[in-house]
């Protein structure tokens, strides 16, 4: 991942590649950035594995300790049968979700876990699904003791409250690999059964012969027909039953009509039939299609709140705590959340100081202390320590789970522009049809017309379109994965061409998640003073202090005396004789002037030496990125944050397009507002829970995700934060797509014009057939291929390297 | 005449085998994952355990 790059093993860790943010650990002639990242390093050492390092530099993930009994969860039984795919008394299967995984070096630790982990017997990874399957022994190793040692290592399976529900991860499907091996089979050998006709001319051949070449290639064609195209039929099928015809409704009427004409030829002895083409066509559709749903298998877009959630907490009941399952959890329970920990429940605060992070479920950056008795809502993080709640409602109830079952469930309008453009071709082939039938009938010639009839319907199928617009999407799909954009569907693309309007969130969006920058503006602080404040500070923690304790970069060596810390505002202590009073400006008796910001005051001897002002770091190429869009799109800011932000937005947003303070409820009103009475066609991107609702609602909804092991929300696409930069360009791209497919498509309508000459003259013949169908495929899966490839180069989105 | 015949069914049985051989690999979870096996072969196994039990 990071090959190519000079390493530089005295600024970065040896185990994850991060930067130092202090001094780093020696250990082992080589620095690490954390203890989390030595110990991984000396377990793996200890148990000759250090060839890890050596397949990718820098392989690791940066480490964060887990709690001790964090897992102890995975000792209750009904846990356990719930992931358990497989259990006998000598071995135990079950598969992993480990969304750390991202280069070969993982691969490897992985296959060679039992070297840590005596009791696994095997393991096995799927790299594109991100999943380990592990064979383990339970007499010699348990469940937990397996999760265990591959959180050691810096591979902590992502097990949720989604895994309790939802059975084991289904297996891919295959089934059109199978159909697509089935269709190559037959059309090779139809088109091989048919060459001595090409080149004898029909009736040429001995009749015994031809006899055995037809009764193969029958029976060769109705594989083809009746398993391989059965898709084609059952998806016209749904479409006419609500009456609407698809483009698959034409395909299938040209096929039925292909198939029974040559049969009837081949039965009668008047021809040989079209089966070759027949076969031809179904083989490229399927590959058409197989091409543009090979989707991201490891990209998950459906996540709900429960692929949030801790799948179970600590119940304490007569003063010992036991785990339990969320969905077990009953109202009056007294649960403990332990620091970092999402809480699945709302309750009562009774014990402890909660620190809740609820910028998952509303945007809010700043984390919200809450007082014992007061309610804690599912979905808030807790960040300071240990804290015991009163469940008031269920997992089922709470606030988050009604927020979620609340939002829209955006009827999704299927009609894509190739249906509706295959909707007049069908018509227009059914009217160019009746015509020369007509014209045939006229002139007394039946024969005639039943050949021009039927051979119109073969020739002017619409395939030609759908594998127009199947590769194109397909390609357009795959050079955005590598770009870290990953789409639910092939549709996503047509809907991104039409946007009109960016709706962007703020928190975690166009700012980085946990970075903020901090300024000083006042008297200047001596280094003395600087430690001082240092060691005050350095007495508890709360993101503001944590980000000027980073600012000041002191190392205390002062002492600090009758430290209070009055929640939500600040801190009072005494140092060498002098009264330092931190916090916020009311705290400070300061008026909070107009706009609300993250500011911390400091006081000494009550007299105001400074403020520190924290704010927001936005993502790198952010600002040029709105620069080069403001003139095609509208664009939005839409923030649950405070408006601190607001002097800097406003530099490059309409006034009247920044947001602040928005509810989860009030973003989805908002993109409400924009369809209906502007009639846009709105991109939400955001990132958190409180952005669901909106993203659901928006044409086309994004979520951003800052590495590929945090979890989002449910979307149309995902994109990797570091490439939001690109998000121009994106779009661009997917406007490149449609011109594509209409290019392809004229061509498509050039053949087709050339087929239907010949066919309402009555004389197409299985040559022409043979050659023109083929050819057009073909010449269309390059100028789809060719043309995207250029184009996504024209656009700078080639030059990436792969994943590895 | 008949020789062309028997080179055809010949032929198709070959195909056919192919086919067959085509079809194992997928259900045999062959397609799903391109990426491990690619890459588990270029590791030397300093053990002489093998790594590679399949599922």
Redesign the interface.
């Known amino acids: 991942m990071k090959e190519g790059q000079i390493l530089n093993l005295d600024t970065e860790c040896y185990h994850c590649g991060d930067g130092f943010s202090g001094r780093p650990i020696r250990f082992d002639d080589k620095n690490f950035c954390c203890d989390g990242c030595k110990s991984v390093y000396s377990i793996l050492n200890k148990s000759?594995l250090c060839?890890y390092y050596d397949?990718n530099a820098q392989p690791g993930i940066t480490q964060k300790k887990y709690r001790k009994d964090k897992f102890a969860f995975l000792d209750l039984i009904e846990v356990q049968q719930k992931l358990i795919k497989y259990s006998d008394t000598n071995q135990v299967h079950l598969t992993f979700y480990l969304p750390q995984m991202h280069c070969?070096s993982c691969?490897?630790l992985l296959?060679?876990i039992?070297?840590l982990n005596s009791g696994i017997?095997?393991s096995?990874?799927?790299?594109?699904?991100k999943e380990v399957?592990i064979?383990f022994h339970p007499d010699v190793t348990s469940l937990r003791k397996v999760v265990e040692t591959l959180a050691d290592i810096g591979y902590e399976p992502h097990i949720s409250l989604d895994d309790l529900d939802r059975k084991q991860t289904l297996?891919?499907n295959?089934t059109r690999?199978?159909k697509i091996?089935?269709a190559?089979?037959c059309f090779?050998?139809v088109m091989?059964?048919s060459v001595p006709e090409y080149v004898l001319g029909a009736g040429e051949l001995?009749p015994?012969?031809a006899l055995?070449?037809n009764i193969?290639k029958v029976s060769l064609a109705i594989p083809i027909l009746f398993y391989s195209a059965s898709e084609f039929f059952v998806s016209a099928w749904k479409g006419l039953k609500h009456k609407f015809l698809n483009i698959d409704a034409p395909i299938a009427l040209a096929l039925i009509v292909t198939f029974g004409r040559s049969l009837y030829e081949l039965l009668s002895g008047t021809g040989e039939g079209y089966l070759d083409s027949m076969s031809g066509i179904v083989f490229f559709m399927l590959i058409g299609r197989w091409l543009q749903d090979r989707t991201q298998q490891a990209v998950s877009f459906d996540r709900d709140f429960k692929s949030f959630f801790p799948i179970a907490v600590n119940v304490l009941k007569d003063g010992t705590s036991t785990p339990t399952t969320v969905d077990k959890i009953r109202e009056g329970d007294l649960i403990q959340i332990h620091s970092q920990e999402i809480i699945p429940v709302d309750g009562m605060l009774s014990k402890g100081e909660a620190m809740i992070d609820y910028s998952f479920v509303s945007g809010e950056s700043v984390p919200v202390s809450v007082a014992k008795g007061e309610i804690v809502y599912a979905g808030g993080k807790q960040t300071g320590g240990k804290i015991e709640l009163l469940v008031v409602k269920e997992v089922s109830q709470s606030y988050l789970t009604n927020l979620w079952n609340k939002e829209v469930d955006a009827s999704e309008n299927d009609n894509t522009i190739i249906d509706t453009i295959s909707t007049y071709f069908t018509y227009i082939v059914f009217i160019i049809g009746a015509l020369a039938g007509a014209y045939w009938y006229m002139n007394g010639e039946t024969r005639l017309m039943w050949n021009a009839l039927t051979t119109i319907l073969i020739v002017a199928c619409p395939c030609a379109l759908l594998l127009s617009s199947n590769f194109t999407n397909g390609n357009i799909l795959r050079i955005l994965s590598l770009n870290k954009f990953y789409l639910r569907s092939p549709k996503i693309i047509e809907k991104m061409s039409n946007i009109s309007h960016v709706v962007f969130d703020k928190t975690g969006t166009l700012t980085q998640r946990r970075r903020s920058k901090v300024t000083y503006e006042g008297q200047i602080l001596n280094k003395e003073i600087q430690n001082k404040i240092t060691a005050i500070l350095s007495q508890y923690s709360h993101p503001l202090t944590d980000a000027i304790l980073e600012y000041l970069e002191c190392t205390p060596d002062f002492e600090v005396t009758d430290f209070k810390l009055i929640e939500g505002k600040g801190v009072e202590a005494w140092v060498d004789e002098h009264h330092f009073k931190i916090g916020s400006p009311e705290f400070l008796g300061l008026k909070n002037d107009t706009i609300k910001g993250s500011k911390v005051v400091v006081g000494i001897d009550g007299e105001i030496k400074g403020i520190f002002h924290i704010s927001n770091v936005y993502r790198f190429g952010i600002f040029d990125l709105i620069q080069k869009m403001k003139d095609t799109f509208k664009l939005s800011v839409i923030s649950g944050d405070n408006d601190a932000e607001w002097q800097v937005l406003k530099e490059y947003f309409d006034k009247d397009d920044l947001l602040f303070y928005q509810k989860p409820d009030d973003k989805l009103k908002y993109i409400e507002h924009l369809q209906n009475n502007s009639s846009a066609n709105v991109m939400m991107i955001g990132d958190g829970l409180n952005d669901a609702g909106a993203l659901r609602q928006s044409n086309v909804g994004i979520a951003i995700t800052d590495s590929d092991n945090t979890f989002t929300p449910a979307s149309d696409g995902i994109i990797d934060a570091q490439r939001i930069a690109n998000l121009d360009k994106f779009l661009a791209f997917a406007k490149d797509g449609r011109k594509i497919i209409g290019v392809s498509f004229f061509v498509s309508i050039l053949y087709n014009i050339v087929g239907l000459y010949f066919a309402v003259q009555g004389i197409l013949s299985p040559l022409i057939a043979a050659i023109l169908m083929p050819s057009s495929s073909i010449s269309i899966i390059l100028i789809t291929y060719g043309m995207s490839e250029w184009m996504a180069k024209y656009r700078g989105l080639t030059k990436i390297k792969s994943k590895? | 005449?008949s020789a062309?015949?028997i080179m055809?069914i010949i032929?198709?049985m070959i195909?056919?085998g192919?086919?067959i051989a085509?079809?194992w690999s997928?259900?045999d979870g062959q397609?799903?994952?391109?990426?491990?096996p690619a890459?588990?072969m270029?590791?030397?196994s300093?053990?002489k355990?093998d790594?590679k039990?399949?599922?």
Do not use: C
């Open positions: 000759d060839e397949i070969s691969l490897w296959e060679n039992q070297k017997i095997s096995t990874v799927n790299f594109n699904k399957f064979i297996r891919p295959r690999l199978y091996g089935v190559g089979f090779s050998n091989m059964l001995e015994e012969i055995v070449f193969l590895v | 005449m062309i015949i055809l032929s198709v195909a056919g192919f086919l085509f079809l997928v259900k397609f799903d994952d391109d990426f491990s890459h588990r270029l590791f030397d300093k053990s355990e790594t039990t399949n599922i």
